[in-house]
C-alpha cells in the first residue's frame, strides 16, 4: 500500500490481485500505526470506509466498478463530509454538527468508486501557507520533523508523502495545494479556476479559490480530476466546457511543446538549492523534446499586494459569520490577518481586481508563444515553523510572501497549475516543479508532468520511514 | 511606508483592535503591507476592468 500509485492499485483492484476491502484495511493499518508521527489525520472514517469497501467491491463483482473503485481518498477538514464535523483547522468549529452532505467534489469521488478514509488537517481556515496550527495540530513534515509540511493543504501533503493514503483533496486559495505539494514532495494539481466546483467547500477567498488533488504522480493527478471536473450548478463558478481525457492526454511527449520561462521573476528571489533543481528540470525537459524559452510577465512583481488584498477582504468577509460566533476560539495568527484586513479598502481591493485583469492579459500575451509556463513551485525548500522572516540572496522578506511567490500568480490569473518533485536541497529537503497551462488545458500540464515523471525517479523517491 | 504614529491613528480609524501586546509587534508587518497596499493604487489604471475569471477564462479556453 505505502508505495502504491492510484493507478497500481486501480490495475490490483481491476485483476482481482486484492479487494477494495483489502487496500482499505492496510490504509486503516498504515493510518494507526503511523499516523501518531505524522499527525495528518483530523477524523478517520474507518467504519464508513469499510462498509464503502465492500459495496465497492460488491459493484466490481457485478461489473458496476467506477474509475476510481476502491481507492481511498483523504480530504482536507474543509470540505463537507456528510455524518463527519468539519473543523475547517478552528477550534471554534469543532463543536459544530455533523455536515448533513457531502460537499460535490466528495460526491463526485463516491460517484467514481472512491472511498473517503478521512478528513486532514489544515492551516487554520485555510488562511496561511505553513499548515502551522497550534490549536489542532501540525502536521509533520515526512522529510524533514523541524521543517512545515506547507499548507494550508498541510494533512493531504503529509499524508500522501508519507504513503499513508495515495490520494487526498486540497484546496488552494494561495497555493494551498501546490506549495505543501512542493515541501512534502509530491504531485498537486491547482485546475483552472471554474473547472472543479467548490459546493460545500468552506470558503476563504472566493475569487482565488480553487479545489484539486494532491497524489504521488502526475498519473493519478489526472485520474482524479477526471472525476472531479465538470460543471455543476451547485457552484455557478464552474464553466460548461467538455472535460477531456485526461489520461488519453498522458500519451503525448514533449517534442515541439514549448515552455516558457518568466525568468526574471523567478531568478529574482530564490534559494540557491531551488534554483539548481530548477535549471537541471529546465535540461531534462529540454532533453525530452520540449523548446525552452525565456517569457516576460511584467505584473507578476505585484503578486503580493494583490493576492494579499483580495485574500484579506474576501476573507474577512467570508469569515465574518466565524467572527460573530466564536471570536475568541480562533487562532492569533488568523485574528490578526483578519482585524489587519479592515486597513483593506474598497479602493485597494478594486485595484488588486484591476491589476489582475493586466497580469492576465500579460501572461495571455505570453501564451501566444509558449505551450506551457515553468517555474519553481516554490522558491524555498519547507521553511522551520520559528522562521518569520528569510533572507534569499540579499533580501530579507517574510515567510508567508515567499513562499506564495510562484504560487500565487495562478490564483491571480485562474489559470491550471501543477506542482512536481524535481530534485533535493543539499540538505535533503524536496523542491517542487511548476507548471502552468493555458485556461481549461489541464490535459498540456499533465502530460508535460507525465513525460517529466516518465524521465526522472523525483517522484519514486520515499521520506524516511 | 507609514511612521508608526501614523499607522496607528489609520488602524484606529479603520477599528483594527489587537491584543496590547502585540501592537508593536505587528505594527511593522502591517506598515509593510500598507504600503504596499497603498501603491496598488497608482499602479490600476481605472480603465482595466476587474478580472472576473469566471467570464474570462471560458471566453479564452482553447484560444
Known sequence: ?465 | MHDDATLRTRMAAAGVELPAELVDLVLGAAGAMVGALDDLLALASPELEPFVAARRLPDDAGA
Open chain 1, 1 to 465: 500500500m505505502r508505495d502504491r500509485s492510484v493507478a497500481e492499485l486501480s490495475t490490483a483492484l481491476a485483476r482481482g490481485e486484492t479487494s477494495a476491502v483489502t487496500v482499505v484495511e492496510e490504509c486503516l493499518a498504515a493510518i494507526r500505526d503511523r499516523d501518531g508521527a505524522v499527525h495528518a489525520f483530523v477524523t478517520v472514517t474507518g467504519d464508513a470506509a469499510l462498509e464503502a469497501a465492500r459495496a465497492a467491491d460488491a459493484a466490481r463483482a457485478a461489473g458496476r466498478a467506477g474509475p476510481l473503485a476502491g481507492i481511498p481518498v483523504a480530504v482536507k477538514d474543509l470540505f463537507a463530509i456528510r455524518g463527519v464535523v468539519r473543523t475547517n483547522g478552528s477550534a471554534a468549529c469543532v463543536d459544530d454538527p455533523p455536515a448533513t452532505d457531502d460537499a460535490t467534489a466528495v460526491a463526485r469521488l463516491r460517484a467514481a468508486g472512491a472511498i473517503i478514509i478521512g478528513t486532514t488537517h489544515l492551516h487554520e481556515l485555510a488562511f496561511g501557507p505553513t499548515g502551522v496550527n497550534p490549536a489542532l495540530g501540525t502536521p509533520a513534515n515526512p522529510w524533514g520533523v523541524d521543517r512545515v509540511p506547507g499548507g494550508s493543504s498541510s494533512g493531504s501533503g503529509a499524508a500522501v508523502a508519507a504513503g499513508l493514503v495515495a490520494a487526498a483533496l486540497g484546496t488552494d486559495t494561495g497555493g494551498s495545494i501546490r506549495i505543501p505539494a512542493s515541501f512534502c514532495g509530491v504531485t498537486g494539481l491547482k485546475p483552472t479556476y471554474g473547472r472543479v466546483n467548490r459546493a460545500g467547500i468552506t470558503p476563504l477567498a472566493w475569487s482565488l479559490d480553487h479545489a484539486g488533488p494532491l497524489t504521488r504522480t502526475v498519473h493519478d493527478a489526472a485520474l482524479l480530476l477526471g472525476a472531479l471536473a465538470g460543471h455543476d450548478p451547485a457552484d455557478p463558478t464552474t464553466a460548461r466546457l467538455p472535460v477531456p481525457d485526461y489520461t488519453a492526454a498522458l500519451a503525448r511527449d514533449l517534442r515541439g511543446v514549448r515552455i516558457g520561462v518568466p525568468r526574471a521573476f523567478c531568478e529574482a528571489l530564490v534559494h540557491p538549492d531551488v534554483a539548481r533543481a530548477f535549471e537541471a528540470a529546465l535540461v531534462e525537459l529540454r532533453a525530452a523534446g520540449a523548446e525552452v524559452s525565456d517569457v516576460a510577465i511584467p505584473s507578476l512583481v505585484h503578486t503580493g499586494p494583490m493576492l494579499g488584498a483580495i485574500i484579506m477582504a474576501e476573507a474577512r468577509s467570508a469569515a465574518a459569520p466565524l467572527l460573530a460566533r466564536g471570536r475568541d476560539r480562533l487562532g492569533i495568527d488568523v485574528r490578526i490577518y483578519l482585524e489587519l484586513a479592515k486597513l483593506v479598502t474598497t479602493d485597494h481591493y478594486l485595484a488588486a481586481q484591476r491589476l489582475r485583469t493586466r497580469l492576465y492579459d500579460e501572461t495571455r500575451a505570453a501564451f501566444a508563444r509558449v505551450d506551457v509556463l515553468a517555474t519553481p513551485a516554490t522558491v524555498l525548500p519547507a521553511p522551520r515553523a520559528d522562521e518569520l522572516m528569510v533572507t534569499l540572496g540579499d533580501t530579507e522578506t517574510g515567510v508567508v510572501e515567499a513562499i506564495c511567490r510562484l504560487t500565487g500568480p495562478f490564483n491571480l490569473t485562474g489559470l491550471p497549475a501543477l506542482a512536481l518533485p524535481c530534485g533535493f536541497t543539499a540538505g535533503g529537503l524536496p523542491v517542487g516543479l511548476q507548471l502552468v497551462g493555458r485556461p481549461f488545458a489541464e490535459a498540456d500540464v499533465l502530460a508535460a508532468g507525465h513525460a517529466y515523471q516518465r524521465a526522472t525517479d523525483w517522484h519514486h523517491r520515499r521520506p524516511p520511514a
